[in-house]
């Protein structure tokens, strides 16, 4: 393209294209120039496998860049999933510790009951007991 380019600035330049009706110049550039330009690149095919080599290249990059984006949006998904676990737990957490502290309270209470029954008893016990070291038999006078 750019040797057709360089070509039509060569022979038109200087205001005849400018100046020209629209498709004038079909008939005296068109033909001579498509074969001429149709032969060069016959006869130098290693521009044509330029070409091809860097379109096969952008070809590439581009599968390699949609692969990384394809990753960066499953990463992206997971890092949601994983935040959502960690919300799920730290609410877990939360009635764990809730859960916990009622049922703490619930058993200190429940060991306080048979302490107060053991020390309710004791007392009994040695009440019974001065009574009958004073009162032997329950006989008294």
């Not at 068109?30 to 091809?52: F, R, W």
Request: glycine share 6%; with cysteine.
């Amino acid at each position: 393209l750019e040797r057709v380019k360089e070509d039509f600035s060569k022979r038109y330049g200087g205001g005849k294209a400018t100046n020209a009706k629209p498709n004038s110049l079909n008939k005296e550039f068109g033909y001579l120039s498509s074969t001429e330009h149709m032969q060069y690149c016959v006869d130098h095919p290693e521009e044509i496998n330029k070409l091809a080599k860097v379109k096969a290249q952008v070809t590439e990059v581009k599968g390699v860049m949609m692969e990384n984006i394809e990753k960066v949006l499953d990463r992206g998904e997971k890092i949601e999933l994983l935040v959502n676990k960690t919300e799920d737990l730290r609410s877990h957490a939360q009635d764990f510790r809730t859960q916990g502290t009622k049922i703490r309270r619930k058993m200190w209470w429940e060991n306080m009951k048979i302490k107060l029954i053991v020390v309710g008893i004791t007392i009994a016990l040695i009440l019974i007991i001065i009574i009958i070291s004073v009162c032997p038999g329950f006989k008294c006078t």
